[in-house]
């Protein structure tokens, strides 16, 4: 397969430089061809996206919705075998990539919903016979920036929300998730989606994101990704005046209280750390543990991790697949070997049990770091977990809040009053107790505080509020 562009309606295939994909789980294997596009290429997007907008944004919700609908069904229809092609292209386990697409569906269906819900509010006016309310309106044309590691859910979380509240869409995969891209774009492209509606551009990010950022004409940008590129596109969406949302890294911590139910608690770390080889924004990269049970945790975790098997992402009975790409590989194991070096491995999985070479890299947790150090502090994306110690809930907490990052926090424990405690008092975006710090469900707002978000919202009714602007409106009907 190639990956190729869509602007207004037409494949284009950009005559540019090119790459080959091979599968992480397989180095050997040929996925398919990258053919990255110019500037020029996110221009006519521009200009696609521009002249679609107008006749979208003036079809009813309602009608939007139906299109929504259709691309639900399009994608369901196909999902065993976008779940496969994304598998093979980023290495994401196939059960879990199953299960993102059907996210992906679900998202859809949410926001076709909200072609029919109420839009705004009436609100009572001083005056007589004045009828005053707002609604919402549209930006106009939206460039979507999106990451590799949901290569399915986070495109439609965005795009979704963003097509039934009138806008039309730009949208720039990450070159590690292009093929998947174009595979959905083609899914899409079989629903009477209007041409223009959305396109989709492929290519670097520093060479065709410059030119979307600084360069287009948009309305909004809704960016997920690194902290540092994240940084770069709010700055430059800043000085243009343009709204913009950023959703970016965590380092996010579990705390596990003496009274936790350990039975429960160590396989939600478990899934937490290393799903999707630990490459989640959202994946739990720090474990506190009250001194008094630390021991016990330990071994327990130690079992669980002795049992969780590393192989080919198309191997439904592996627990997690290799990383994403040579990048990661080396990413993380520069990482692994500072844990190696500075830290104590108090926990590993098995070797993989693939046969093929590929860009495997064992579970592993760690102990024996000081608070400050880059494996407590910096964001890992790979399968490492650090351990620390608590004297209790107040030094847990603290820890808990000692970063940068403010995306994800969870709590494991049997007592109301410290879940309460920990609700309040996490600099989380997203604060959970006996959950994993990843799995936030479509339907609630997603987003961080602190570096990991431009903090607004994603997904449920808070993405409405980013994709669409706030018009008052009033009317004197009798004077
Ligand atoms: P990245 O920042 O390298 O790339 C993200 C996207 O930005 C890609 O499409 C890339 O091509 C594009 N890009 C890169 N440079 C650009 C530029 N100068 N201008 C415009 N676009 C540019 O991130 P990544 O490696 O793809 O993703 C991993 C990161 O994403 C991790 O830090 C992870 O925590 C974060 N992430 C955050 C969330 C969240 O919701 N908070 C969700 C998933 C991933």
Avoid at 225 to 254: D, H, V
Avoid at 330 to 339: D, F, H, L, R, T
Wanted: net charge negative; proline share 4%; with cysteine.
């Amino acid at each position: 397969m190639q990956s190729k562009n869509w602007i207004g309606g037409e494949w284009i295939t950009p005559a540019g430089g090119e790459s080959v994909v091979t599968n992480p789980s397989r180095t050997a294997e040929e996925v398919g061809v990258l053919r990255f596009s110019q500037p020029s290429h996110i221009f006519q997007a521009e200009q696609a996206a521009r002249a679609a907008q107008k006749q979208w944004s003036q079809l009813t919700g309602a009608a939007r919705g139906e299109i929504l609908y259709q691309m639900a069904a399009a994608l369901e229809a196909q999902a065993e075998e976008l779940a496969r092609l994304a598998s093979r292209e980023m290495g994401k386990q196939i059960g879990e990539m199953r299960g993102e697409v059907a996210r992906g569906v679900s998202l859809l269906r949410y926001y076709a919903g909200e072609g029919v819900r109420a839009n705004g509010n009436l609100i009572p006016s001083a005056d007589t016979n004045v009828l005053q309310y707002s609604r919402r309106v549209p930006l106009g044309v939206v460039a979507v920036i999106t990451p590799w590691n949901f290569p399915v859910a986070i495109p439609i979380w965005k795009i979704a929300p963003a097509l039934i509240c009138g806008n039309t869409v730009i949208w720039k995969p990450a070159e590690n998730a292009s093929l998947t891209a174009t595979r959905l774009a083609e899914i899409f492209a079989e629903t009477r989606l209007p041409a223009g509606v959305l396109n989709l551009v492929i290519g670097k990010g520093r060479e065709i994101g410059t030119a979307l950022i600084e360069e287009a004409v948009v309305d909004a940008v809704s960016f997920t990704g690194s902290s540092a590129t994240g940084r770069q596109i709010a700055i430059a969406c800043a000085s243009r005046n343009i709204k913009y949302q950023t959703e970016m890294g965590g380092k996010n911590a579990a705390v596990i209280l003496s009274d936790a139910d350990l039975d429960k608690t160590v396989p939600a770390i478990l899934s937490g750390a290393f799903r999707s080889a630990g490459q989640k924004c959202t994946a739990t990269s720090r474990i506190i543990v009250e001194r008094a049970i630390y021991q016990p945790f330990v071994e327990r975790l130690q079992a669980a991790i002795a049992a969780c098997r590393v192989g080919a992402a198309l191997d439904p009975e592996v627990y997690l697949g290799p990383v994403a790409s040579a990048e990661q590989y080396e990413k993380v194991g520069k990482y692994m070997a500072i844990a190696s070096n500075h830290a104590r491995v108090v926990a590993q999985s098995p070797e993989a049990d693939a046969a093929d070479e590929g860009y495997y890299i064992r579970p592993t947790v760690v102990e024996g770091v000081e608070a400050g150090h880059p494996l407590v502090q910096e964001e890992v994306f790979g399968p490492l977990a650090v351990l620390l110690q608590a004297d209790g809930f107040d030094e847990a907490v603290e820890l808990c809040n000692r970063t940068v990052y403010g995306l994800s926090a969870s709590l494991f424990t049997r007592d109301l009053a410290s879940a309460h405690r920990f609700l309040d008092v996490a600099e989380a975006g997203m604060v959970r107790v006996n959950q994993e710090t990843a799995g936030v469900e479509y339907q609630a707002p997603f987003g961080g505080m602190k570096l990991s978000s431009s903090h607004t919202r994603e997904q449920g009714q808070a993405a409405l509020d980013f994709y669409s602007a706030v018009k008052t409106c009033a009317i004197k009907y009798a004077w």
